[in-house]
Nanobody, 121 residues
């Protein structure tokens, strides 16, 4: 099957930066959309940023101007550069991907297990 593994989370001071990465592996033919979601304490999971295989991006209003999503299609990897971090950015960040498997002609959705980002004041 397919596995998504996130890395790069940690503890930072307000105003600091982090770079998250998510690598997909398994029986992958291609990946359409990849994205980052987050879920803070007592909050519903929300989309932070998404990127298509062609490079089109979209961001949550809270992320615009501070976060940048990118991907390396050859490595099946997506990145999230986070700058000017605020305490309200504290959450578990999850990688999501729509994956076309080698023997299935329809996209399947996969989630990573998440990486913790904590921003202190």
């Amino acid at each position: 099957q397919v596995q998504l593994v996130e890395s790069g989370g940690g503890l930072v001071q307000a105003g600091g930066s982090l770079r998250l990465s998510c690598a997909a592996s398994g029986s992958i033919f291609s990946i359409n959309v990849m994205g980052w979601y987050r879920q803070g304490p007592g909050k519903q999971r929300e989309l932070v940023a998404g990127i298509t295989s062609g490079g089109s991006t979209n961001y949550a209003d809270s992320a615009k101007g501070r976060f940048t999503i990118s991907r390396d299609n050859a490595k099946n990897t997506v990145y999230l550069e986070m700058n000017s971090l605020k305490p309200e950015d504290t959450a578990v960040y999850y990688c999501h991907a729509d994956v076309l498997l080698r023997r299935i002609t329809a996209y399947q959705e996969y989630w990573g297990r998440g990486t913790q980002v904590t921003v202190s004041s």
